[in-house]
């Protein structure tokens, strides 16, 4: 049995740092990285405690994109980008609620790793609709009474979860005496209680209760 030295542990750790956040070396250069996390990332669950210690919250909002649909194990959500061409016969598309996060790019080496980037999920940036947010000196489109700020979020790849056991997620619409008007379009959201359900009711599924 070869036994690796210190060396060879630190130069395959620098590989695969490369392979996970290739866009590191300019990302360290930034003071805080924006982050939308709508999955056990959220505040109040184990995941956030080990990675998102010493990270802000700004805020609560959904993403511009419309394109996307949910599915879930057993313990957390995953979003997959949709084909809008395949209209009824794909599944139903939709923005993602979640939570938005002011993050260093220390954060983003252990987050990329947490999901696997480049590999089971892809690290996208795209603009995020803000409401009730506290930014601090973040480059900002303000406008109409809310902000989107480009962040990032992991996608999951669709080609790597092929074949998983997944159950479908569906729309949730809006409380009829919403105002804010990107408030009112049905969107995907999971609540953080939600990853006690298989441990609540294992009499009924592996994933929980039915909704």
């Known amino acids: 049995m070869t036994v690796m030295s210190t060396s060879d542990k630190f130069i395959d750790r620098l590989k695969m740092r490369r392979f996970l956040t ?39 909002g959904t993403t511009v994109d419309t394109g996307f649909y ?14 809008k061409s395949l209209g009824q016969a794909g599944p139903v598309l939709g923005p993602v609620r979640g939570e938005i996060y002011s993050v ?28 009730d947010q506290t930014f601090s000196n973040m480059n900002l489109d303000v406008n109409m009474g809310h902000c989107l700020i480009e962040c990032y979020i992991y ?4 080609k790597e979860w092929a074949g998983q056991n997944l159950r479908s997620r569906s ?7 919403e105002t804010h008007v990107f408030k009112k379009r049905p969107y995907y959201e999971w609540d953080t209680w939600e990853k ?14 039915s909704y």
Request: hydrophobic content about 35%; glycine content about 6%; charged content about 25%.
């Open 104 to 131: 260093t790019p220390r954060h983003i080496l252990d987050i990329d790793k947490h999901y696997q980037n480049n590999y089971k999920f892809r690290r996208w940036r795209l603009k995020v609709i803000a409401w």
């Open 155 to 158: 996608v999951a790849d669709s």
């Open 196 to 209: 006690d359900w298989p441990m609540l009711f294992q009499h009924n599924s592996p994933y929980g209760m």
């Open 70 to 83: 949910m599915k879930e194990t057993s313990q957390f959500p995953l979003i997959f980008r949709g084909d």
């Open 22 to 60: 290739p866009d590191y070396p300019e990302m360290k250069f930034q003071k805080e990285v924006p982050l939308f996390v709508y999955d056990d990332l959220k505040d109040g669950t184990e995941t956030f405690d080990n990675l998102m210690g010493g990270t802000v919250f700004l805020g609560e």
């Open 171 to 177: 729309l949730r619409h809006p409380n009829q005496k």
